[in-house]
């Protein structure tokens, strides 16, 4: 179990995250406040492993909270401005959360703090290894190996999944179900229509990922471009002179 707090200047984000978290069977919520001040003295009262952080507050920016901090709990930045995401990847968070936040995007974020926090629960059951899916023959379920998954393709009320064999299954669902569906870290949204598993992406390249095994390029959509580079930020080597 992840003990977790949410600070944020206004209560209305503060009932939007409480009710995740709720709906989240590995987060247990301590407490929530508005004041980050009040939240620093409550820190040192309780073993947090995890907060929820807004960025712009009043008496004192999410950055400053994090540096004051140094280290102590793990921290998700949630924010209403995209701006402030390099400085926050820069001070080692977890993940950076744009307002509104949708329950989809919050889980992964969560997932991801649960397999540093507690890697050895976070860990991918046996269970979650296949999938069936229904195709467009009527009664027919196809078995397929999670790791064969190159990139899924949504095409209006269906998808398409291209795995590494070569293979493109047409399947009766939609991405968000698959999104959901898919081990969180393992896969990432890169644009409305396209889903990839980043086990297997060779190279970044502007807007565009390449894939092992494939010679199909997987476009990167503005909107989804921040949420997915912040995935990859933990495997880009730079120069820390």
Do not use: W
């Amino acid at each position: 179990m992840v003990n977790c707090i949410v600070i944020d200047d206004e209560q209305h984000a503060i009932d939007l995250l409480t009710h995740h978290i709720k709906q989240t069977p590995f987060l247990n919520l301590l407490y929530s406040t508005t004041d980050p001040v009040e939240g620093l003295q409550l820190l040192h009262q309780h073993k947090v492993d995890l907060i929820f952080l807004d960025v712009q507050m009043p008496s004192m920016t999410g950055i400053d909270f994090i540096k004051a901090i140094n280290g102590k709990s793990k921290v998700i930045l949630t924010t209403a401005y995209s701006e402030y995401a390099m400085e926050g990847f820069e001070n080692e968070v977890v993940d950076y959360l744009l307002k509104p936040i949708s329950f989809a995007r919050f889980i992964k974020g969560a997932q991801r703090a649960l397999s540093l926090i507690e890697p050895v629960a976070a860990a991918p059951k046996e269970e979650s290894d296949f999938i069936f899916v229904k195709t467009e023959q009527k009664g027919k379920l196809i078995k397929i190996n999670i790791k064969d998954i190159l990139f899924i393709e949504g095409l209006k009320n269906y998808v398409k999944i291209h795995t590494r064999q070569g293979e493109g299954i047409i399947a009766l669902l939609n991405m968000k179900d698959l999104e959901e569906r898919l081990p969180a870290g393992d896969f990432a949204r890169t644009h409305k229509s396209f889903l990839l598993a980043t086990g297997y992406i060779k190279m970044i390249e502007g807007n565009t990922v390449h894939l092992e095994h494939t010679t199909e390029i997987v476009p990167v959509g503005d909107s989804y471009k921040e949420g997915f580079m912040s995935l990859m930020k933990e495997k880009i080597m730079t120069n820390k002179k």
